[in-house]
C-alpha cells in the first residue's frame, strides 16, 4: 500500500464481510427525494468542506455567503500534491501496460523508473520535500504493480491486454460522480474506486470523524447514481516520515452505516443553511487545524 494490487482487493472484500453493517432503507442514496436524505436548501456544497469540523457552520457561510477566499496551508497543500502524486503514478502505470506490454515485472520496473523524471517535470516540483515524496511514492507503485504483473504472467502468458491491465491495477482514480441529487457538486471526484462499488480516500491527515461523514456523502452519491448499496467503503491514511522519504500506510475499513449517514445529513444541512443566511453563525469553540478558513476566523474577520 497506498497502491492496492488485486490480492489486496480481495483480503480487503473479505474483511468486509465479516464486518456487518445495517442500513435503513430510508437512507440509502437512492432515496434521495424523500426525507431526510431530500436536500431542503438550494446550493450545492462541496463534498470536501465536510471533511473539515465547524460546529457553528462559519466555513460554509465564509464561503458561499461572504465570497471570502480559502487560505490553504501547507499541509493541505502536500495533501492536495500526495492524491495528483497517486493518481498520476497510477495511471502512469496503466499507459505502461497498455502501450508497451512489459513480458516480465522486472521490465516493468524498469520503464516506470524511465517515466519517473519526466512525470516529475509535469508536476513542476520545486520543493525538495515534495521531491522525495513523489519518488518514494513513485517506487511503492513501481514494487507493487511488478510484483502483481509477475503473479499474473505466472497464470497465462496470453492474458488480453484489458484483462491484464484491470488485474495488475484494479481500481480507477478521481473517479468523477454527481451529486446534485444530494445538495453536492456537480464535479464530486472519488479518490480511487475498484468495480464496481469500493470506495478509497486518502488522508494524510490525522484520523477524524468529518473525514469519515466525506466518505459517506461519497458512498451516498453512489448510491444515489447507481443504485448499488455501499456498506463500507476504506480511508488509506498515507503518513510520511519526518524527512519525508519514506512512509507508512494505515488501512481502515468504514462502515457507512445509520449513525454515520444521519451525520452527514445533519452536517451537510447544517452548512447549506449556513450558506443562505446573512447572519454570521461565529466561530465553532474549537476550530479545525486544517480549515482553509483558519487564518481569517484567527483574525476575527
Known sequence: MPFYSYDDVLRVSKLIQEIPCEVSEELRGWNWNTPPLLPVHNIQLNVSDLSFSCETGRLA??????????????KLNFG??????????????????????????????EMMLAKMENVAVVLDLNNDNYVKAFKALWKRAALTYS???????????????DGLVSRVVPWICEFPIDGRLLGLGRAVRIDALVPPSLI?????????????????AYALIFESLYKIPVNHAVIIYVDFDFDVSSFKTY??????????????????????????????????????????????????S
Do not use: W
Open 61 to 74: 457561510f465564509l464561503r458561499y455567503r461572504m465570497g471570502h477566499r480559502e487560505q490553504v496551508n501547507e
Open 80 to 109: 492536495s500534491f500526495i492524491h495528483r502524486a497517486i493518481s498520476l503514478t497510477t495511471s502512469t502505470a496503466k499507459s505502461i501496460l497498455y502501450n508497451s506490454v512489459p513480458r516480465s515485472g522486472a521490465e516493468f520496473y
Open 251 to 300: 488501512e481502515r475499513i468504514v462502515k457507512i452505516d445509520d449513525p454515520l449517514r444521519l451525520e452527514f445529513v445533519e452536517k451537510r444541512d447544517l452548512y447549506a443553511s449556513k450558506a443562505t443566511l446573512d447572519l454570521d453563525p461565529g466561530l465553532p469553540g474549537t476550530c479545525d487545524v486544517y480549515c482553509p478558513y483558519l487564518s481569517v476566523c484567527r483574525d476575527g
Open 200 to 216: 478509497i480516500e486518502f488522508k494524510t491527515r490525522k484520523p477524524n470523524r468529518s473525514s469519515e461523514i466525506a466518505l459517506a
Open 147 to 161: 510484483s502483481s504483473l509477475d503473479r499474473l504472467l505466472e497464470l497465462s502468458k496470453y492474458l488480453s491486454i
